[in-house]
């Protein structure tokens, strides 16, 4: 699997599994394995999933060496703060049974619709993740569904640029403006739900596009956003499709395609909308 290199040059593997809304032990487990018998190398987990300690106890026993893993996790809304991130962090290491991670994230921005001192309370959140990079603890950092408006006050006091911004993307819902401004910042863009939550499955002109090409519509949404240059993170529990979404390197999309899928932009989230999150 090809990677992506982050501005303080690591490493990452260009397709992640997504972990969301899988939290049966069993399922975890045989879904890991599966995966990483398929070459999947890079992990994507958050507090809030409910998944870390079966994340953890898979990985342990998988027979794959920690260094070749890439493993994510998120601080959740709750534990905004430095003292509280910190905490959270500690946990999330415990229940990953590992001694660091490789990518930490603020899952959301605290918004200027529910927090007078929004601002204030995503600094003081990104300066405690700035100390645990400092301290060797994590070899990234970045944020999750951060807009261009949570990312410019909060850039004014990093003593360290966000490495990464995980954001809703896919052909029905690009975030043109998210992304222009983290290219121009060097913050590599990953793509929650590339494929809508299974939207896309549903979009003709999508299905017509893969008939073209002869591969699935998964495959489509995952090939378009690395030739966007943004990093998916396909999400499924089924092997033949875990194969399906690594399995991309046989096709390219045409310029006259991708032109075409980038103006598809249908405009609306298959999830919420950072300022009207606070759950």
Same mark, same amino acid.
């Given at each position: 699997?090809?990677?992506?290199?982050?501005?303080?040059?690591?490493?990452?593997?260009?397709?992640?599994?997504?972990?969301?809304?899988?939290?049966?032990?069993?399922?975890?487990?045989?879904?890991?394995?599966?995966?990483?018998?398929?070459?999947?190398?890079?992990?994507?987990?958050?507090?809030?999933?409910?998944?870390?300690?079966?994340?953890?106890?898979?990985?342990?026993?998988?027979?794959?060496?920690?260094?070749?893993?890439?493993?994510?996790?998120?601080?959740?809304?709750?534990?905004?703060?430095?003292?509280?991130?910190?905490?959270?962090?500690?946990?999330?290491?415990?229940?990953?049974?590992?001694?660091?991670?490789?990518?930490?994230?603020?899952?959301?921005?605290?918004?200027?619709?529910?927090?007078?001192?929004?601002?204030?309370?995503?600094?003081?959140?990104?300066?405690?993740?700035?100390?645990?990079?400092?301290?060797?603890?994590?070899?990234?950092?970045?944020?999750?569904?951060?807009?261009?408006?949570?990312?410019?006050?909060?850039?004014?006091?990093?003593?360290?640029?966000?490495?990464?911004?995980?954001?809703?993307?896919?052909?029905?819902?690009?975030?043109?403006?998210?992304?222009?401004? #983290?290219? @121009? *910042?060097?913050? !590599?863009?990953?793509?929650? &739900?590339?494929?809508?939550?299974?939207?896309?499955? =549903? %979009?003709?002109?999508?299905?017509?596009?893969?008939?073209?090409?002869?591969?699935?519509?998964?495959?489509?949404?995952?090939?378009? #956003?690395? @030739? *966007?240059?943004? !990093?998916?993170?396909?999400? &499924?529990?089924?092997?033949?499709?875990?194969?399906? =979404? %690594?399995?991309?390197?046989?096709?390219?999309?045409?310029?006259?395609?991708?032109?075409?899928?980038?103006?598809?932009?249908?405009?609306?989230?298959?999830?919420?909308?950072?300022?009207?999150?606070?759950?």
């Amino acid at each position: 699997m090809d990677n992506f290199i982050l501005t303080n040059n690591v490493s990452i593997p260009c397709i992640g599994l997504g972990t969301w809304e899988n939290r049966d032990e069993n399922t975890v487990t045989n879904t890991l394995l599966a995966a990483l018998n398929l070459g999947y190398r890079h992990i994507d987990t958050a507090s809030v999933y409910s998944n870390e300690m079966f994340i953890g106890k898979a990985l342990k026993n998988c027979g794959v060496d920690r260094k070749s893993l890439f493993i994510t996790s998120k601080v959740w809304n709750n534990n905004r703060g430095y003292s509280k991130t910190i905490k959270s962090f500690e946990k999330s290491l415990n229940d990953l049974q590992t001694d660091y991670l490789d990518l930490f994230l603020i899952h959301w921005p605290a918004s200027v619709t529910k927090y007078d001192n929004w601002a204030e309370l995503n600094a003081e959140t990104w300066h405690a993740l700035e100390d645990l990079y400092k301290s060797g603890k994590v070899k990234a950092i970045g944020v999750s569904n951060f807009w261009q408006h949570h990312l410019e006050p909060l850039l004014k006091v990093a003593n360290i640029c966000p490495m990464v911004n995980q954001i809703e993307y896919h052909p029905g819902y690009q975030q043109q403006n998210v992304v222009n401004f #983290c290219k @121009q *910042n060097n913050i !590599l863009v990953e793509a929650w &739900s590339p494929l809508g939550r299974g939207k896309m499955f =549903n %979009i003709p002109e999508l299905i017509q596009i893969a008939e073209k090409y002869r591969v699935t519509v998964a495959q489509i949404c995952i090939k378009w #956003c690395l @030739q *966007n240059g943004v !990093l998916p993170l396909p999400k &499924s529990t089924k092997p033949e499709r875990l194969q399906q =979404n %690594i399995d991309i390197d046989n096709f390219t999309i045409s310029d006259e395609d991708m032109n075409y899928l980038n103006s598809l932009d249908l405009g609306s989230s298959s999830g919420q909308y950072p300022d009207e999150v606070d759950f």
